[in-house]
């Protein structure tokens, strides 16, 4: 079994910047693709980045393409989502999330085996 930690989430002004990171532990070698995903209340959960097992693809949903890079480090088994010129519609729960079966990341299919408990970003207007 896999778990994840995030951090990093909180309460900014819109423009500002946060990152997120997502720590893996337990079976970490089953790990390949990972991601974060966002919901906000009312709305269901979108893929917002994610990142092959080596780095090498990454997607982002349109609406952050510019704004978010997702990067990974193995050998410390984390994630990260660099959020810049944050807006008030990115407010939501980010969850990370873990897929020991795709290893590339064309697209953030929301069927990840593995999730985070999610972390709070709320960006004032």
């Known amino acids: 079994h896999v778990q994840l930690m995030e951090s990093g989430g909180g309460l900014v002004q819109a423009g500002s910047s946060l990152r997120l990171s997502c720590t893996a532990s337990?079976?970490?070698?089953?790990?390949?693709?990972m991601g974060w995903f966002r919901q906000a209340p009312g709305k269901e959960r979108e893929g917002v980045s994610c990142i092959s097992n080596r780095g090498a693809s990454t997607y982002y949903a349109d609406s952050v393409k510019g704004r978010f890079t997702i990067s990974r480090d193995n050998a410390k088994n984390t994630v990260y989502l660099q959020m810049n010129s944050l807006k008030p519609e990115d407010t939501a729960v980010y969850y990370c999330?873990?897929?020991?079966?795709?290893?590339?990341?064309?697209?953030?299919?929301?069927?990840?085996?593995?999730w985070g408990q999610g972390t709070q970003v709320t960006v004032s207007s």
């Open positions: 337990g079976n970490i070698f089953s790990i390949n693709a």
């Open positions: 999330a873990a897929e020991p079966w795709v290893t590339t990341a064309s697209s953030c299919p929301p069927g990840y085996d593995y």
